[in-house]
């Protein structure tokens, strides 16, 4: 079967950086995103990476290993607003999305 | 640039009752549509995707249909609602190639009673 692994929570304090990670089991890989998505609403794009390395972008960053079939994204410079769920999708080899369940990203003081 | 509405944004409907949720996207031709089901504090459940007029398909087994009348309008109805279908409906698109990113609308909250 076909699976994407995040821990459910995780706790973070305003200024300082975090890092959520992904692992995934699929058939094939096409590429990785992530999204943040702040409670109540819609997902929103954050980036992609198809190839291994880091993207950066501003305060946040992209990790992959495709040979560990791992991911993380890396939050510097913590914000309050940055309290959200960050959720990893993985392209299958059919070119299907697989969605993981999602962290839920907790800023305090 | 792109832009996708998605309304209503809450809906309260008594059990047994139908719906019609719509979706429209503007600034692109023939993109690629889905719809999703979120539970609260869960992931995304893909529902229906098409990539075209008329072409609908189903990922899940379910009292619930989808159609696509026009190249930017996708549109998701049930003739009975149950109280398992409660949750958050998320209406997405992205570009025909492959690799792109989907983009969501903002979402219907539906409640059933």
């Known amino acids: 079967g076909q699976n994407i692994d995040q821990p459910t929570e995780m706790t973070a304090t305003e200024g300082a950086i975090v890092q959520i990670n992904c692992t995934y089991q699929t058939s094939g890989f096409n590429g990785l995103f992530w999204y943040q998505q702040h409670a109540g609403e819609a997902p929103t794009f954050l980036s992609y990476?198809?190839l291994d390395g880091l993207e950066e972008k501003g305060r946040f960053s992209s990790f992959l290993s495709r040979s560990k079939g791992y991911s993380y994204l890396l939050l510097k410079e913590l914000q309050m607003k940055d309290s959200a769920s960050y959720l990893c999708a993985v392209i299958d080899s059919n070119y299907q999305l697989i969605w993981g369940a999602g962290t839920k990203l907790i800023i305090k003081p | 640039s792109q832009t996708i509405h998605q309304w209503p944004a809450t809906l309260v409907q008594p059990v047994g009752s139908p719906l019609s949720l719509e979706c429209t996207v503007e600034?692109?031709?023939?993109?690629?549509l889905y719809w999703y089901r979120q539970a609260a504090g869960r992931g995304l459940q893909l529902l229906f995707y098409s990539v075209g007029i008329g072409q609908i398909s189903s990922e899940v087994p379910q009292n619930l249909s989808a159609s696509r009348p026009q190249d930017r309008q996708f549109i998701l109805s049930s003739k009975k609602l149950l109280l398992s279908d409660s949750g958050f409906y998320l209406c997405?698109?992205?570009?025909?190639?492959?690799?792109?990113?989907?983009?969501f609308g903002d979402g219907t909250r539906l409640s059933i009673l």
């Open positions: 600034g692109t031709s023939n993109p690629n």
């Open positions: 997405a698109w992205s570009e025909g190639q492959e690799n792109q990113p989907q983009h």
């Open positions: 990476n198809v």
